[in-house]
């Protein structure tokens, strides 16, 4: 089973300024990574597929970089509106399994 | 309009069954593989089950293997998850998800499910 492990595990952040949360695999999955966003109260949000893809209506403000083993979301100018719990999410093909890591919270510094 | 409607979800003893639902509809549900993902409240999101479009391709979590079966009815736009024999770990929120582009991009708001004595 791919381990996928998220870090740190809570980032503080003040409004306005960049907050870059990392995600790291076991081993490779090449760039069959995804990112999500999770307020509470809420299912969680697609931001990113395919390591770098921004899902429809994701801000551009949020990036997504890496592949391998090494991946990166990086949010340039934090927003209110941004604070939440991130979590990245792997997919392998054979057999197919999808998984996630265990979240980075993001918080108001 | 998007929408994914979960129901079933309900307090059950160890060894109990439940039944999940999932209507869908404006998510074209015939042309996509569709899942089940699971959430502890508070805690981290965990991929339980999965099936292609026609149902002759299912996954699952080890965990489930053998207790939980997944299942779709393209006409009626459902989705389905029978889960027998269940544990007090299958506690959990239940989502019914879309796939594509190996992710995740249409969620419910999930139905509950908690398995207590």
């Known amino acids: 089973e791919i381990v996928m492990t998220q870090s740190p595990a809570t980032l503080s952040v003040s409004p306005g300024e960049r907050a870059i949360l990392s995600c790291r695999a076991s081993?490779?999955?090449?760039?069959?990574l995804a990112w999500y966003q999770q307020k509470p109260g809420q299912a969680p949000r697609l931001l990113i597929y395919?390591?770098?893809t921004r899902a429809a209506g994701t801000p551009a403000r949020f990036s997504g970089s890496g592949s391998g083993t090494e991946f990166t979301l990086t949010i340039s100018s934090l927003q209110s509106e941004d604070f939440a719990v991130y979590y990245c999410?792997?997919?392998?093909?054979?057999?197919?399994?999808?998984?996630f890591g265990q979240g980075t919270k993001l918080e108001i510094k | 309009e998007v929408q994914l409607l979960e129901s079933g979800g309900g307090l059950v003893q160890p060894g109990g069954s439940l039944r999940l639902s999932c209507a869908a509809s404006?998510?074209?549900?015939?042309?996509?593989?569709m899942s089940w993902v699971r959430q502890v409240p508070g805690k981290g999101l965990q991929w339980v089950a999965n099936?292609?479009?026609?149902?002759?391709?299912?996954y699952y979590v080890d965990s489930v293997k053998g207790r939980f079966t997944i299942s779709r009815d393209n006409a009626k736009e459902s989705l389905y998850l029978q889960m027998n024999s269940l544990r007090v770990e299958d506690t959990a929120l239940y989502y019914c998800?879309?796939?594509?582009?190996?992710?995740?991009?249409?969620w419910g708001q999930g139905t509950l499910v908690t398995v207590s004595s």
């Open positions: 404006g998510i074209s549900f015939s042309s996509y593989w």
């Open positions: 999410q792997q997919y392998k093909n054979w057999p197919p399994m999808y998984t």
């Open positions: 099936m292609n479009q026609n149902g002759g391709e299912k």
């Open positions: 081993q490779s999955v090449s760039s069959n």
């Open positions: 395919g390591a770098s």
């Open positions: 998800v879309r796939e594509a582009h190996s992710s995740f991009d249409y």
